[in-house]
């Protein structure tokens, strides 16, 4: 039953940023599950898996999310909805996959709610990085060889330079770089990264369309991988000498085929 305020209530309802986490409805958070199941309204990303959205099955749902290549929703548009929403209810959820916190465009809504007078909270969320090198059985850090970890997205175009300064760490994740994974392995590569870098590609990680695929800095920037990837899934690459031997089937070995066991 959902708790719906009156359009001339004094208080508006409060707005929850909820981090879905990377794919799999059980690695939501305990808190995050809790306020699914209070919600009146919940708004939420392309990317939600439908086992999430059934831990909410008395809220309204609104479809807000933002996919590659796609018609999507505008920033300043889901802005209004949240602001809308939480001045006739009293508990709206913001579900956004991965953390809110992180390329997730969380500080623009955090600033118009405020703004709106209306109260909001964050919960975190496990991003795809951390899911990734789970299910790779490799740690982001490594004794003696990866002490520093970047995380990057490139939605859009990525500038050489903005590469090349990405390149001292010892541990690059990329968020949304299929697109520009040639161009990324070239600049590298260009700012001292070997050729033989190891490289891993998680695809939809933690869902029953997981794929896992190694490879080299070299493979990636001779366009090698292109034909592997599923445009329609999320993917995240891993690069630097922690993601040796990762738990992927090996490029060359038809990697293609590869699918983790549900």
């Known amino acids: 039953m959902t708790t719906t305020l009156s359009q001339s209530a004094s208080a508006p309802g409060k707005v929850y940023l909820v981090g879905a986490g990377p794919g799999a409805a059980d690695l939501i958070t305990v808190r995050g599950a809790r306020l699914l199941a209070q919600a009146d309204v919940?708004?939420?990303?392309?990317?939600?898996?439908?086992?999430?959205?059934?831990?909410?099955?008395?809220?309204k749902l609104i479809a807000v999310g933002k996919r590659c290549g796609k018609q999507s929703s505008a920033q300043h548009f889901i802005n209004k909805q949240l602001i809308d929403h939480a001045l006739t209810h009293a508990v709206v959820v913001r579900l956004k996959g991965g953390d809110p916190m992180l390329f997730g465009r969380a500080?623009?809504?955090?600033?118009?709610?405020?703004?709106?007078?209306?109260?909001?909270?964050?919960?975190p969320g496990i991003t795809a990085a951390l899911a990734s090198a789970a299910t790779l059985g490799r740690s982001l850090t490594l004794r003696g060889v990866a002490r520093s970890v970047a995380f990057a997205t490139q939605s859009r175009a990525p500038e050489s330079a903005e590469i090349a300064a990405q390149a001292s760490a010892?541990?690059?994740?990329?968020?949304?770089?299929?697109?520009?994974?040639?161009?990324?392995?070239m600049a590298l590569m260009a700012a001292g990264k070997p050729?033989?870098?190891?490289?891993?590609?998680?695809?939809?990680?933690?869902?029953?369309?997981?794929?896992?695929?190694?490879?080299?800095?070299?493979?990636?920037g001779?366009?090698?991988?292109?034909?592997?990837?599923?445009?329609?899934?999320?993917?995240?690459?891993?690069?630097?000498?922690?993601?040796?031997?990762?738990?992927?089937?090996?490029?060359?070995?038809?990697?293609?085929?590869?699918?983790?066991?549900?």
């Open 170 to 185: 010892d541990s690059l994740v990329y968020y949304m770089g299929r697109d520009s994974a040639q161009r990324i392995a």
């Open 222 to 262: 001779q366009g090698l991988a292109a034909s592997w990837f599923d445009a329609s899934q999320p993917s995240v690459l891993l690069i630097g000498e922690a993601f040796a031997n990762a738990d992927a089937v090996a490029l060359h070995d038809g990697a293609q085929q590869a699918v983790r066991a549900a």
């Open 107 to 123: 500080d623009e809504e955090l600033r118009a709610l405020e703004a709106a007078g209306i109260e909001v909270a964050v919960v």
């Open 42 to 59: 919940v708004l939420h990303d392309a990317l939600v898996e439908p086992e999430m959205l059934a831990l909410c099955p008395q809220a």
């Open 195 to 220: 050729a033989s870098t190891p490289v891993a590609i998680v695809e939809a990680a933690t869902t029953s369309r997981e794929r896992r695929v190694r490879l080299t800095l070299d493979d990636l």
